[in-house]
């Protein structure tokens, strides 16, 4: 059920930028935990962004890290991903989620278990990096 509603994809060249943005589809849900995944073809999920909307702290998968930036605007409930530097492998369908604090943990740490189920998605949105 997607409550969650993505936009700004698109196709770059290498080097370039984009702007993701997420924003609620006018449901109540448990956003202390906003966080951008992708993936792509044949690979697994991976999440590559997280922000504690209540202290405004972030993290970043060592695969992004310098290059992309997460934001939030409380005013507008949204969240951002802004994107430089792209590269071709970061080639995949962006995936905007929304959870509880334990959300943020399972971003930064990848390994630990993690019920989905309390998360909220967005549709997606195809980023592709030439």
């Known amino acids: 059920h997607v409550q969650l509603v993505e936009s700004g994809g698109g196709s770059v060249q290498a080097g370039g930028s984009l702007r993701l943005s997420c924003a609620p589809s006018?449901?109540?849900?448990?956003?202390?935990?906003m966080a951008w995944f992708r993936q792509a073809p044949g690979k697994e999920r991976e999440g590559v962004a997280r922000i504690a909307t209540g202290s405004g702290n972030t993290y970043y998968a060592d695969s992004v890290k310098g290059r992309f930036t997460i934001s939030q605007d409380n005013a507008k409930n949204t969240v951002y991903l802004q994107m430089n530097s792209l590269k071709p492998e970061d080639t995949a369908m962006y995936y905007c989620a929304a959870g509880p604090p334990a959300l943020c943990v399972k971003v930064t740490t990848p390994t630990i278990p993690y019920n989905f189920d309390d998360t909220r998605w967005g549709q997606g949105t195809q980023v592709t990096v030439s």
């Open positions: 006018g449901y109540t849900y448990n956003r202390n935990c």
